[in-house]
């Protein structure tokens, strides 16, 4: 980032709804940032987005001013950079979101692996962008529910997002009651451990499910510090705010982390075509990676 130019070049006006100038310059330099840090690519359509995520931290710890917020990123300061990341990030999600994964996983990958997997006993899976938990527990759930000598298993689960919050709300399993309203009631009462007196309204997904899953912020651009290879991994709703570039040189390292065989799966809205030759299509968004020969 080039902060030798003045921050506030181009300054425009404050903008009908805006209390402090940002200006093009500002969201310059946020966007170089975050790029370089996560490999969001942020378009010009999402300034006013920036705006609003970051205004309110901007007047509590910068009295306003953008140029501060700039140069104090500038410097490497570590607050500044880790609020920008989890500011950005977006985190939306549900249990069982795209359920269609879970129902295949349940009905096709599982037996598979138990039964190719008899000697050790072995499954490894990664959620790769596991925002706030809700995907990596519906992962835990449906494993419980469709291997009956489960706990004879060495299972785990890895759960990583890039965003330090939404990782250690994700590890305390804890959700408004309002979070499971569309989960059916048996698998509610089978999973969910319903609050009560001050944790009234809240619930808490069983001990069970909780002890299958380690949550770890991870930088996906980043060095990647697990050892050994994953059965399955899930990285839905993430690429879609890389460049090509960036995408082709993540699924490349999943494939790489994938056992022979193993499979991915990703968002609704994402394709590996003409990003990736190393996966075989099993249509809905699911791949299987294609073993070398």
């Not at 840090?37 to 705006?51: A, S």
Request: proline share 2%; glycine share 8%; aromatic share 12%.
């Amino acid at each position: 980032m080039d902060l030798n130019r003045s921050v506030g070049e181009g300054k425009i006006g404050l903008g009908k709804d805006r209390e402090f100038l940002f200006s093009d310059a500002h969201f310059r330099v946020i966007r170089e940032f975050v790029t370089e840090n996560t490999g969001i690519v942020l378009t010009d359509v999402k300034k006013d987005m920036v705006y609003g995520r970051l205004s309110k931290y901007i007047r509590k710890n910068f009295e306003g001013n953008f140029d501060l917020f700039c140069e104090t990123l500038s410097r490497g300061d570590d607050k500044a950079a880790d609020f920008l990341i989890n500011a950005i990030t977006t985190n939306l999600t549900s249990f069982f979101r795209e359920n269609h994964h879970f129902q295949y996983l349940a009905s096709h990958i599982l037996p598979e692996l138990c039964g190719s997997k008899q000697g050790d006993k072995r499954i490894r899976i990664w959620s790769a962008g596991c925002s706030t938990g809700e995907e990596p527990y519906s992962i835990a759930i449906t494993l419980r529910e469709n291997i009956p000598d489960i706990d004879e298993w060495d299972v785990k689960i890895l759960a990583t997002d890039l965003d330090a919050n939404v990782v250690k709300h994700a590890s305390h399993g804890i959700y408004d009651i309002d979070r499971i309203s569309g989960i059916p009631r048996e698998r509610q009462q089978r999973w969910f451990d319903r609050g009560r007196g001050d944790n009234e309204g809240f619930v808490r997904i069983h001990r069970s499910v909780r002890e299958m899953i380690t949550f770890k912020r991870l930088n996906l651009l980043h060095s990647w510090p697990m050892k050994g290879y994953f059965d399955i991994i899930f990285c839905r709703n993430v690429v879609i705010y890389f460049d090509k570039s960036t995408q082709a040189d993540l699924f490349a390292r999943y494939a790489d982390i994938l056992q022979p065989s193993g499979y991915l799966l990703i968002g609704h809205s994402e394709t590996l075509y003409k990003v990736s030759d190393r996966f075989s299509s099993l249509g809905n968004t699911i791949y299987k990676k294609i073993n070398a020969l």
